[in-house]
């Protein structure tokens, strides 16, 4: 089994690699192939890399380049891990939108936008070149904004799912809280991708006992805690919001918050300069410590996973990703593309049933809904006008002069990225 990592000289890699290692049984990778085009970064990454793998006994080999094409060949999957402007990029997308008092985020808002607008083209890009090499592999899709990148390669007839570490960071947290195995608790996770929440926390599989009401009640402070909101928040809605809908449900006190400190894009860029420094020291063969803060967790295991159910290794069946919408949502299209609970198997994903929806969640998934429409038209075709009516669509902004202020900023700041400003 081949597999290859576009954007593996990214400092996520070694969490990835860890998983590939312990969990060779299940995914057994014969090359592993890490693709990037900063040569200096993918050294010291690929290095480590083979380490973790000797270490750990694994037969695999791993190579290194900055040949996409030549990457890709063969591969039977795909990983998708790219940031389009790197950190410095990401930095921009958390601060100037603060100037209009928006909230600056790398996946939702103006900067989610931003993000969207650089990554779409560069992904389909990569996606053609993989169909070129090889049609028959799957494409993996981290990069993030996940939803609307994801959506951008299934209208584009790539076989692609997306997938993001959020639902299984909670599945290993509430297995934690209740003393069981994450294997035996399954999540009713329904939503977007940044926008969902856990309305039922079940013990066994998706028909067993929901244990949430007793999660709440008994770790409430705890899970409140993680989510930085008010315990009464948890407690009123009686379900778990993803901690991204605290951007919704506390946005100007989140921008007051953002005003005060160094953006996550400059700690990130500190963390990987310290991370890089001890991915060149050779005598490090496991993931450092550090790389814990650095965000992902749990993601290389839901890759695993994920892969292995593709790829017909016997990975979970059921699992969270992103994938069309196909009627489990009514209020949707089927094209939209939704964050929930699905069955997995060699033909792709397919979402499980979920319970009627309350308005009072329905409704913002639906507003995002359209504004993801409208992000993705903008993506593919540009223009100055498509850029100002997502902004508008978008509920965190909706106020035409902050969408006329915020399209201006987002053209000034992203120029060299948009072939068509």
Same mark, same amino acid.
């Given at each position: 089994?081949? @597999? !290859?990592?576009?954007?593996?000289?990214?400092?996520?890699?070694?969490?990835?690699?860890?998983?590939?290692?312990?969990?060779?049984?299940? %995914?057994?990778?014969?090359?592993?192939?890490?693709?990037?085009?900063?040569?200096?970064? %993918?050294?010291?990454?690929?290095?480590?890399?083979?380490?973790?793998?000797?270490?750990?006994?694994?037969?695999?080999?791993?190579?290194?380049? *900055?040949?996409?094409?030549?990457?890709?060949?063969?591969?039977?999957?795909? %990983?998708?891990?790219?940031?389009?402007?790197?950190?410095?990029?990401?930095?921009?997308? &958390?601060?100037?939108?603060?100037?209009?008092?928006?909230?600056?985020?790398?996946?939702?808002?103006?900067?989610?936008?931003?993000?969207?607008?650089?990554?779409?083209?560069?992904?389909?890009?990569?996606? &053609?070149?993989?169909?070129?090499?090889?049609? $028959?592999?799957?494409?993996? $899709?981290?990069?993030?904004?996940?939803?609307?990148?994801?959506?951008?390669?299934?209208? !584009?007839?790539?076989?692609?799912?997306?997938?993001?570490?959020?639902?299984?960071?909670?599945?290993?947290?509430?297995?934690?809280?209740?003393?069981?195995?994450?294997?035996?608790?399954?999540?009713?996770?329904?939503?977007?991708?940044?926008? *969902?929440?856990?309305?039922?926390?079940?013990?066994?599989?998706?028909?067993?006992?929901?244990?949430?009401?007793?999660?709440?009640?008994?770790?409430?402070?705890?899970?409140?805690?993680?989510?930085?909101?008010?315990?009464?928040?948890?407690?009123?809605?009686?379900?778990?919001?993803?901690?991204?809908?605290?951007?919704?449900?506390?946005?100007? /006190?989140?921008?007051? &918050?953002?005003?005060?400190?160094?953006?996550?894009?400059? /700690?990130?860029?500190?963390?990987?300069?310290?991370?890089?420094?001890?991915?060149?020291?050779?005598?490090?063969?496991?993931?450092?410590?550090? %790389?814990?803060?650095?965000?992902?967790?749990?993601?290389?295991? !839901?890759?695993?996973? @994920?892969?292995?159910?593709?790829?017909?290794?016997?990975? *979970?069946?059921?699992?969270?990703? #992103?994938?069309?919408?196909?009627?489990?949502?009514?209020?949707?299209?089927?094209?939209?593309?939704?964050?929930?609970?699905? +069955?997995?198997?060699?033909?792709?994903?397919?979402?499980?049933?979920?319970?009627? @929806?309350?308005?009072?969640?329905?409704?913002?998934?639906?507003?995002?809904?359209?504004? &993801? $429409?409208?992000?993705? $038209?903008?993506?593919?075709?540009?223009?100055?006008? +498509?850029?100002?009516?997502?902004?508008?669509?978008?509920?965190?902004?909706?106020?035409?002069?902050?969408? /006329?202020?915020?399209?201006?900023?987002?053209?000034?700041? #992203?120029? /060299?990225?948009?072939?068509?400003?």
């Amino acid at each position: 089994m081949k @597999l !290859a990592v576009v954007g593996g000289g990214s400092t996520y890699t070694p969490e990835l690699i860890d998983g590939f290692a312990r969990l060779r049984d299940a %995914l057994p990778i014969e090359e592993l192939v890490l693709v990037d085009p900063a040569a200096d970064r %993918l050294e010291l990454v690929g290095g480590l890399a083979r380490r973790i793998f000797a270490k750990q006994d694994h037969p695999g080999r791993i190579v290194t380049t *900055s040949d996409l094409d030549a990457g890709v060949a063969g591969a039977d999957a795909v %990983l998708l891990q790219l940031r389009v402007g790197g950190q410095a990029a990401r930095d921009q997308d &958390e601060t100037w939108p603060l100037e209009c008092g928006c909230v600056g985020q790398e996946t939702t808002g103006a900067g989610g936008l931003a993000k969207a607008l650089r990554t779409v083209p560069i992904v389909l890009d990569i996606a &053609e070149r993989v169909r070129r090499t090889n049609p $028959d592999a799957w494409i993996i $899709d981290f990069t993030n904004p996940v939803g609307i990148v994801t959506r951008a390669l299934l209208q !584009a007839g790539h076989k692609a799912v997306g997938l993001c570490n959020v639902a299984i960071g909670f599945q290993r947290k509430f297995a934690r809280l209740l003393d069981v195995t994450p294997a035996e608790v399954h999540l009713d996770h329904v939503g977007l991708n940044h926008l *969902s929440w856990e309305l039922g926390v079940r013990l066994g599989g998706p028909d067993g006992e929901d244990v949430l009401p007793r999660l709440i009640a008994e770790h409430g402070d705890a899970i409140a805690d993680d989510l930085h909101m008010p315990r009464a928040i948890v407690d009123r809605l009686g379900v778990v919001p993803s901690y991204y809908l605290r951007y919704f449900y506390a946005h100007d /006190e989140v921008v007051r &918050e953002l005003g005060t400190k160094p953006s996550r894009a400059a /700690e990130v860029a500190a963390m990987e300069k310290e991370l890089l420094a001890m991915y060149g020291d050779p005598a490090l063969d496991e993931k450092p410590a550090l %790389l814990a803060k650095r965000g992902g967790a749990f993601y290389s295991e !839901a890759a695993v996973d @994920l892969a292995a159910s593709l790829l017909g290794g016997g990975g *979970s069946a059921v699992q969270v990703v #992103n994938t069309y919408n196909n009627g489990t949502l009514p209020f949707l299209p089927d094209d939209a593309v939704i964050e929930t609970q699905a +069955r997995v198997d060699g033909t792709g994903a397919t979402p499980l049933a979920v319970p009627r @929806l309350d308005p009072m969640y329905a409704g913002l998934i639906a507003n995002v809904t359209a504004y &993801e $429409d409208l992000a993705l $038209d903008a993506a593919l075709r540009g223009g100055r006008d +498509r850029v100002f009516k997502a902004l508008l669509a978008h509920p965190l902004i909706g106020q035409f002069e902050y969408a /006329e202020a915020l399209t201006d900023k987002l053209i000034a700041h #992203n120029r /060299e990225h948009l072939a068509w400003a």
